[in-house]
T-cell receptor, first 113, second 118 residues
């Protein structure tokens, strides 16, 4: 079945790098996404990666994809207090379910000054 | 563009009542999605439309739930005979095809409607 798993909490110090990990089960997923949710707000799309890529960099964000292990990670360089939020990994459904995203439970990132 | 908007932002209702939520997508986005999010969980897919056609419905969408997108623009989600288990944040998202093959469909989310059933 389709399932996306993430660790629930991560705490880092301001200025350090954060690495948020995610595993997924559907090997035929075409796109994998990272979203950020701040308290009381909707989800903000941060970045996505196509399944034939193994890395994508966008300013402070680096996404790594290990398709063999079905492992996705999001690295945030020079983490700031404004990065404190819940980060969701999501895979896009396959076959007849190409419309929906399947989300993990989210990783709560706390950044200490 | 002002992004995806949802109305109302909060709704408190008594069990057994009907409620209706509205979503206005980003203009020219041809796909519109509804998700439900409960505390401590990620969003769960409910249904999506391409233009006015409802292309997929999740098993979560019981027969008490109905969604429409009559003119391919805004959408409504109605819950009939609400139950306490319906209490959640209802999120709407919209997208259009992007990428070189037109297959990326980045979904942009609205702020959500928080439903509390008492």
């Amino acid at each position: 079945g389709e399932d996306v798993e993430q660790s629930l909490f991560l705490s880092v110090r301001e200025g350090d790098s954060s690495v948020i990990n995610c595993t997924y089960t559907d090997s035929s997923s075409t796109y994998l996404y990272w979203y950020k949710q701040e308290p009381g707000a909707g989800l903000q799309l941060l970045t996505y990666i196509f399944s034939n890529m193994d890395m994508k960099q966008d300013q402070r964000l680096t996404v790594l994809l290990n398709k063999k292990d079905k492992h996705l990670s999001l690295r945030i360089a020079d983490t700031q207090t404004g990065d404190s939020a819940i980060y969701f990994c999501a895979e896009r459904g396959y076959g007849g379910s190409q419309g929906n995203l399947i989300f993990g439970k989210g990783t709560k990132l706390s950044v200490k000054p | 563009d002002t992004g995806v908007s949802q109305d109302p932002r909060h709704k408190i209702t008594k069990r057994g009542q009907n409620v209706t939520f509205r979503c206005d997508p980003i203009s020219e986005h041809n796909r519109l999605y509804w998700y439900r999010q409960t505390l401590g969980q990620g969003p769960e897919f409910l249904t999506y439309f391409q233009n006015e056609a409802q292309l997929e419905k999740s098993r979560l969408l019981s027969d008490r739930f109905s969604a429409e997108r009559p003119k391919g623009s805004f959408s409504t989600l109605e819950i009939q005979r609400t139950e306490q288990g319906d209490s959640a944040m209802y999120l709407c998202a919209s997208s259009q095809p992007t990428g070189t093959s037109g297959s990326v469909y980045e979904q942009y989310f609205g702020p959500g409607t928080r439903l509390t059933v008492t």
